[in-house]
C-alpha cells in the first residue's frame, strides 16, 4: 500500500492532538508516523503525518480531518518534490575495542556521537527514511540498547509552501 | 459591561435569541442557575434526568429549526448526556450543551464529580473545548451556535470550570465568528450544475433520493419543484420522510430495510440516482454491490466526506441543497419522461403496502387512522422499533419538520423526552402525537412529569405488544424463533401509571376502539395516554433479509 505524507496546520489549542489521533483511531486509519511542533507563528502548529492507505482512503482521510474545526489547512504533499528528515537517536553496546569500527559506521551515515557510556555509545543521526533505517541495520549488529525516532517532518521543495492563506493569517486566534 | 461569566453567559443565550433552555441543576452549575434565576427571557425546562434534557433539546431544536440548548452539572450529569449527544451527531442535529465542571485547579485531581466530559464526548461532537480563560468566554459560545448550526450542522459541547464561571469579565458579544478551520461551502460549483442538468437532460429513468440534508436546509419547496420539473420520482430516507409530500403522485415512500418494495424496485431501474442530503447508510443501501446497479450517481450533500464514502460518485457536488436546486431549476429543459412514471405507476399497483387485518388490532391500522384524524397536520414523534417503521410506512408525512425520530442511533428512550421539546417548538394549536413502543418508553418514562409541570399537550400513543418487538423480529428471522429476553414478563398498568401523573388514560383493544376513541383523544385540549395492546407476533414488512440488496424483500404474505 502507498504511503502519503500530509503536511496539516492546526490551532495550537490543548487537546489538538487528542482530536486528530482520537480520530485516526476510531475511524480505523493507520498512523505510520506523526510529528507535531509549532511554526513560525505561536499560534499555529504544524502535524507532519505519515499514513498507509489507497486513493479512497487518504481522501477519506482528509475529508474527515477537515471536519475538526482545529484543523486550518491540510496538503497531500506525497505528489510533490519536498525534503523529508527524521531524527533517529541509537544507543548501541560497544566495548572499547569495537568503537573505532563503530565511529567508522557512524562516519558513512554522518552520524555524530551525543554520549558515551562504559559499555555504549549513543549517536544521532538525521536523514530521510531510508536512510535512519539503513543506519540502524548497520548499528544492529553490535546490540541496539535504545532506539527514538522523532518521525518525519517534510517541506515542499522549491518556491512552494505550505502555509496560512492571507485571510487565514489574518483571523488571529479564535476559541 | 462587568459582570461574572455565567451572567455573561445568560446574555450569550438571549443575544442568541434563546427562549428555552433544558436542564438539571448541581453543584458545579450553581453560578450557572443563579445568572438564570435573574433572566426573564429564557425559560428553564426542569427535565427529570439529563438524558432527558438532551433529547428535549433535540426535539426542540428539530420542530423549530433552532439550536437546541441543554445544561446539565459535572461528573454524572455530564455523563448522562452522552447518549443524547451522540444521537444528536449521528442525526446532525444543532445542539450547544452546556456542563459544569469542577474549579480549574482540581481538575486532572479526580475530584468529586470529576469527569473529562470534552474527551468523553470528543467523537460525538461536532466540537467541544474546556473554557479554561474566563475572557473567552462570549466568543466561545458565539462560535459554537454558529459551528452547531451551520454546515452539516451537529452538536457543541462547553464545559465550564466553576470557578471560571465565577470569575468577573468585561462582556462584549463578537458581532462575527472567525474560524479559520472553519467554512462550510453552500455554493455549488457552477460547472458541476450544469453536468448535473446535462445528465438530468439525458436520464430515461431518473430518481430522487431525499434524505434528512433537505430538511436541514429547508429545501422542501424546492425539492417539489425540481421533482415536478424532471418528472422525476422522489423516494425518501427514514430521515429525509416528511421532506416531500406524502400523498404525491411522484412520491415512492421510504426505501432500504423497511422501505416499499416499489421504492427499492425503482432505485433498482433507475439510470440515474440524484442523492440530496443523504449519506448511503447502510439502512439503506444494504449490498453494495446491488444497490442502484444501473445508475449514474448525482451526491450533492454539504459534507465532502459523506461523498464517495460508502459507494463510488460519478458527479460529487458539495454545497447546500436549497441554494443549488435553486441554481439548477433554470437549467432544467422538460423532457417526457411518460414510460418510466407508467413504470412507477405499475411497480405502485403490484406492490402495494400491505398487512393482514385478519385478527386484533394491527398496529398498521392505527397509524392508518392516526393519518385519517390528522392528514398530516400534527408533529409525529417516535420511539424506536418497529411502532417507528410502521410510522414510517403508514403516516404521510406532509410538512417540513413534523416527523421526530431518531435514525442514526436508533435510541429506545428519545421518543417521551423529544415530545416535550417539540411540544415546545410547535405552533400553537399543533397537535404533538408521540408513537412509542412499551419497552421504548420505559427507558425515559420520567419524563412524564416534566411534561405535566410544563402544561404540554402531548397525546401519547403506546403501541403495547408485551415485547422488545423488533429484537423479535430478529430473532424470529436470525434465530430461528430463539426469543431470548425480548418478552416481557411484567409490566406495569400503563393507565393507572398515567393516571398517577394526572394523564387521562384509556386502553384500545379493538378497531372500533380506536375508530370511536382515537379522534375523541386527538381532539381533547390536554394530554393523553392511549394504552394500544397489539399482538406481539407482527413484523414489520416489508423487510430486506441481511446481505441480501434492496430489491429482494420479503413481504406481507
Ligand atoms: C429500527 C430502524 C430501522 C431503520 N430502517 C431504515 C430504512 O429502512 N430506511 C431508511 O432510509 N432508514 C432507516 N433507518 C434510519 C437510518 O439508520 C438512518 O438514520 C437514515 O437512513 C439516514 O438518513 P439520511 O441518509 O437522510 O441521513 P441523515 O442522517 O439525515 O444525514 C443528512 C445528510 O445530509 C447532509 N446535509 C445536512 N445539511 C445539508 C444541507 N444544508 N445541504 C446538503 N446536505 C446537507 C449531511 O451532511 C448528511 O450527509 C432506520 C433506523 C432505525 C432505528
Ligand atoms: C437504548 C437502546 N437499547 C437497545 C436497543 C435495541 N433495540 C432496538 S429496537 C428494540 C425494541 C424496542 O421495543 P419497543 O420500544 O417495545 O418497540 P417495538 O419494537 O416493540 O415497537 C431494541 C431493544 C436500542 N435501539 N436502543
Not at chain 1, 38 to 60: A, N, Y
Not at chain 1, 124 to 145: D, H, M, Q, V
Not at chain 2, 377 to 396: E, K, L, R, S
Amino acid at each position: 500500500m502507498e504511503k502519503h505524507t500530509l503536511s496539516v496546520l492546526v490551532e495550537n489549542s490543548p487537546g489538538v492532538l487528542t482530536r486528530v489521533a482520537g480520530l485516526f483511531a476510531r475511524r480505523g486509519f493507520n498512523i505510520d508516523s506523526l510529528a507535531v511542533g509549532r511554526t513560525d507563528r505561536d499560534d499555529v502548529s504544524r502535524m507532519t503525518i505519515v499514513v498507509e492507505g489507497d486513493k479512497p482512503l487518504i481522501e477519506q482521510v482528509t475529508k474527515q480531518l477537515h471536519k475538526l474545526i482545529d484543523v486550518i489547512k491540510i496538503s497531500n504533499i506525497t505528489e510533490d518534490e519536498y525534503v523529508d528528515r527524521e531524527l533517529v537517536m541509537i544507543k548501541v553496546a560497544a566495548e572499547p575495542s569495537q568503537r573505532v569500527e563503530i565511529m567508522h559506521i557512524a562516519g558513512i551515515f554522518r552520524a555524530r556521537v551525543v554520549d558515551l557510556g562504559s559499555k555504549t555509545m549513543t549517536f544521532e543521526c538525521t536523514g530521510n527514511e531510508g536512510k535512519i533505517n539503513a543506519f540502524e541495520e548497520s548499528l544492529r549488529p553490535y546490540g541496539i540498547k535504545e532506539l527514538v525516532r522523532t518521525g518525519k517532518i517534510a517541506m515542499l521543495r522549491g518556491s512552494k509552501f505550505v502555509a496560512l492563506s492571507l485571510a487565514q493569517a489574518r483571523e488571529a486566534e479564535s476559541a | 459591561m462587568e459582570m461574572t461569566v455565567a451572567e455573561a453567559l445568560v446574555e450569550c443565550l438571549e443575544r442568541e435569541n434563546v427562549e428555552v433552555v433544558f436542564g438539571y441543576p448541581g453543584g458545579a452549575v450553581l453560578p450557572l442557575y443563579d445568572a438564570l434565576y435573574h433572566s426573564t427571557r429564557i425559560r428553564h425546562v426542569l427535565v427529570r434526568h439529563e438524558q432527558g434534557g438532551v433529547h428535549a433539546a433535540d426535539g426542540y431544536a428539530r420542530v423549530s429549526g433552532k439550536v437546541g440548548v441543554c445544561i446539565a452539572t459535572s461528573g454524572p450529569g455530564a455523563t448522562n448526556l452522552v447518549t443524547g449527544i451522540a444521537n444528536a451527531y449521528m442525526d446532525s442535529v444543532p445542539l450547544v450543551l452546556f456542563t459544569g465542571q469542577v474549579p480549574t485547579i482540581q481538575i486532572g485531581t479526580d475530584a468529586f464529580q470529576e469527569v473529562d466530559i470534552t474527551g468523553i464526548t470528543l467523537p460525538i461532537t461536532k466540537h467541544n473545548c474546556l473554557l479554561k480563560d474566563p475572557s473567552k468566554l462570549a466568543i466561545v459560545v458565539k462560535n459554537a451556535f454558529h459551528i452547531a448550526s451551520t454546515g452539516r450542522p451537529g452538536p457543541v459541547l462547553i464545559d465550564i470550570p466553576k470557578d471560571v464561571a465565577q470569575a468577573r469579565i468585561s462582556f462584549k458579544y463578537p458581532s462575527t465568528v472567525r474560524l479559520r478551520g472553519y467554512k462550510p461551502t453552500y455554493k455549488g460549483h457552477p460547472a458541476k450544475i450544469n453536468e448535473i442538468a446535462k445528465l438530468i437532460g439525458k436520464a430515461k429513468r431518473p430518481i430522487i433520493y431525499a434524505g434528512g440534508g433537505v430538511l436541514a436546509s429547508n429545501a422542501s419547496e424546492e425539492l417539489l419543484k425540481f421533482a415536478e420539473a424532471i418528472s422525476a420520482p422522489v423516494t425518501n430516507t427514514f430521515m429525509g420522510l416528511a421532506g416531500f409530500p406524502g400523498d404525491h403522485p411522484l412520491f415512492l415512500g421510504m426505501l432500504g430495510l423497511h422501505g416499499t418494495r416499489y421504492a427499492n424496485l425503482a432505485i433498482t431501474e433507475c439510470d440515474l440516482l440524484i442523492g440530496l442530503g443523504a449519506r448511503f447508510d447502510d439502512r439503506v443501501v444494504m449490498n453494495i454491490t446491488s444497490f442502484a446497479p444501473h445508475a449514474t450517481v448525482v451526491h450533492i450533500d454539504i459534507d465532502p466526506a459523506e461523498i464517495g464514502k460508502v459507494i463510488a460518485t460519478n458527479v460529487p457536488l458539495v454545497g447546500d441543497v436549497k441554494l443549488i436546486l435553486k441554481e439548477l431549476l433554470p437549467l432544467i429543459e422538460k423532457v417526457d419522461r411518460s414510460e418510466w412514471l407508467e413504470r412507477i405507476k405499475s411497480l405502485k399497483a403490484q406492490y402495494p403496502l400491505s398487512y393482514n387485518r385478519d385478527s386484533g388490532l394491527k398496529p398498521q391500522f392505527i397509524i392508518e387512522q392516526l393519518w385519517n384524524c390528522t392528514k398530516g397536520d400534527a408533529v409525529i414523534v417516535t420511539d424506536v422499533g418497529q411502532h417507528q417503521m410502521w410510522v414510517a410506512q403508514y403516516y404521510h408525512f406532509k410538512k417540513p419538520r413534523t416527523l421526530v425520530s431518531s435514525g442514526g442511533l436508533g435510541c429506545m428512550g428519545f421518543g417521551l423526552p423529544a415530545s416535550v421539546g417539540a411540544a415546545l417548538a410547535a405552533h400553537p394549536g399543533c397537535k404533538v402525537v408521540l408513537v412509542t413502543g412499551d419497552g421504548s418508553i420505559q427507558m425515559t418514562i420520567q419524563e412524564l412529569a416534566t411534561m405535566m409541570e410544563q402544561g404540554l399537550s402531548v397525546k401519547i400513543i403506546l403501541f403495547n405488544n408485551s415485547a422488545l418487538g423488533m429484537v423479535r423480529q430478529l430473532q424470529q428471522y436470525y434465530c430461528q424463533g430463539r426469543h431470548m429476553a425480548t418478552h416481557f414478563q411484567f409490566h406495569p398498568d400503563f393507565e393507572i401509571l398515567a393516571k398517577a401523573y394526572g394523564i387521562p388514560a384509556y386502553t384500545f383493544r379493538t378497531e372500533e376502539d380506536v375508530i370511536k376513541g382515537l379522534p375523541e383523544v386527538l381532539e381533547s385540549p390536554g394530554p393523553a395516554f392511549v394504552n394500544c395492546i397489539i399482538p406481539p407476533e407482527e413484523n414489520v414488512l416489508p423487510m430486506v433479509p441481511i446481505g441480501k440488496g434492496i430489491s429482494e424483500t420479503i413481504e406481507c404474505e
